[in-house]
């Protein structure tokens, strides 16, 4: 008898899950960022308060991946030139609240260390590119109203978004 008890339980939780997903409200967000050079990043993904995008990566165009170059002066031969690729372009981050959504639209830029390295003749410093990530814009979304916008920024990347929210079926 406990056991049958226990499986109307499961059944009875399982029926109200449905019940309860059927009313939820499904929300989508569709992000594109272009670049002046023709590149274009295109995202789409479902929203869902329980997933926790707040610590999200920022995802990059790749406009130029170039070749840099670095050094290592303490290696086990003396200096080490080596080289390492890095890419530039804007980006975004993506971060959620309970009644708002927040774009936060990033720019990806390297600062060479080419000239250092080349300039190197008799002394030797560690130097290696490094990565600088700049916002330029945050747009923040309200949940419960679907938007759509298409901005343009000084450096001439577009960015074009779509929130969206479709009910459960009653």
């Known amino acids: 008898m406990a056991s049958t008890s226990i499986k109307k339980y499961q059944f009875l939780c399982f029926l109200i899950y449905i019940f309860c997903s059927l ?25 869902d308060k329980s997933t926790d995008i707040k610590g999200s990566e920022p995802i990059y165009i790749k406009i130029s991946s170039t070749q840099y170059q670095a050094i290592k002066c303490k290696g086990p031969w003396g200096a080490t030139k080596y080289k390492k690729w890095m890419t530039e372009g804007p980006g975004f981050k993506l971060y959620q609240s309970d009644k708002q959504l927040l774009i936060q639209v990033v720019e990806h ?7 250092a390295i080349n300039s190197m003749s008799i002394h030797c410093m560690d130097a290696e590119p490094k990565q600088v990530i700049k916002s330029i814009a ?7 109203i679907n938007s759509e916008e298409i901005l343009e920024f000084d450096n001439e990347y577009k960015l074009s978004y779509q929130y969206s929210i479709t009910k459960g079926k009653p």
Do not use: F, K
């Open 138 to 144: 945050e747009i923040v979304i309200e949940r419960s």
């Open 109 to 115: 830029r390297v600062i060479s260390a080419d000239m």
């Open 23 to 47: 009313d939820a409200a499904a929300e989508m967000i569709a992000i594109q960022i272009s670049a002046p050079n023709g590149s274009n990043l295109y995202t789409e993904q479902p929203i």
